[in-house]
């Protein structure tokens, strides 16, 4: 813990933890994961930013993500950690504006594709998780481009929401509709930090 830590901490200031975790999936089967961040997507919306519905569907995606491990390409994630809720939020809103900026994140809720049988499959997905949480979390303090820490810290994700501390939740993932492809060049072009596994 440095300085700064110890001396907010003695002053009995919250630590806010605000993190993004880029996971790039590749290969014909990761196209049934885009249903469920579909869905993911829709139950989040409908639940106009219920902090439990999010956090469910927090978890639904993490353990999606960590069954298809056998896909991961490769990740990246940044984060600090702040001592004022405002700033928290701003950074969190500054993630959201970013993450939704990307190559083909923005979900359409209303478009329904299940009648069309000839959709081309993705042979890459992306998915960005933002949070913000009080306290510390180490799992999530640290270089996630590796498998271990990548498994360590989705993990750690669905920890936060059974204790609770979670307050801000996100989840963007690029195509984000089924029949929408992330080319190899795209990839490149708009997730620049990916870090190979």
């Keep these: 813990m440095g300085l700064r830590d110890r001396f907010n901490q003695l002053s009995g200031q919250t630590r806010f933890v605000v993190c993004r975790i880029f996971v ?51 990740a990246a994630n940044e984060g600090d950690v702040v001592w004022d809720e405002g700033e928290a939020g701003d950074y969190v809103s500054e993630l959201f504006t970013d993450s939704a900026g990307r190559y083909g994140s923005a979900v359409d809720v ?13 042979q890459n997905v992306v998915v960005m998780i933002a949070v913000a949480c009080e306290g510390e979390v180490s799992e999530l303090e640290t270089n996630l481009a590796d498998i271990t820490a990548l498994r360590a810290g989705l993990k750690a994700l669905i920890d936060l929401n059974y204790r609770g501390t979670l307050r801000a939740i996100q989840i963007h993932f690029s195509p984000a509709q089924l029949g929408d492809e992330l080319t190899s060049d795209q990839l490149i072009e708009n997730f620049p930090e990916l870090i190979p596994l």
């Design 24 to 74: 790039h999936l590749s290969g014909r089967e990761v196209a049934p994961l885009l249903g469920v961040l579909n869905q993911a997507a829709r139950k989040a919306i409908d639940s106009e930013g219920d902090m439990q519905v999010l956090g469910e569907q927090l978890v639904r995606v993490c353990e999606s993500l960590l069954e298809y491990e056998t896909f991961w390409q490769s």
């Design 110 to 122: 209303d478009s329904n594709n299940s009648e069309n049988f000839a959709i081309p499959m993705t």
